[in-house]
């Protein structure tokens, strides 16, 4: 799960992974555990993930922006021959 921060990747995975928060997000567990950084190349290298989601705010351009990026240093590394990439945007930031 890739993006810029603040744009529901949490969230993403929560629905993922139980139905219990479907169709709501408590935003304090973002304030509880602060801001994250990922990097991408670490994540590739350390992780080996099967495919990556990619997410963005279609409200906040500058997420957009670190989307494409994102996506761009994916098709540059060659991940994008081998492995799925979602493009995810979410109506939030």
Not at 41 to 49: A, H, K, Q
Not at 57 to 80: D, I
Request: hydrophobic share 35%; proline share 3%.
């Amino acid at each position: 799960m890739l993006g810029d921060a603040g744009v529901g990747k949490t969230a993403l995975v929560s629905q993922f992974m139980t139905s219990e928060y479907m169709n709501t997000y408590d935003a304090s567990l973002d304030d509880e555990f602060g801001e994250r950084t990922v990097s991408v190349e670490n994540s590739l290298s350390t992780y080996e993930p099967h495919a990556c989601v990619v997410v963005y705010s279609v409200v906040a351009r500058p997420s957009f922006q670190h989307a494409e990026e994102t996506l761009n240093y994916l098709w540059r590394e060659g991940y994008t021959q081998e492995k799925s990439v979602i493009v995810k945007g979410k109506p939030w930031q």
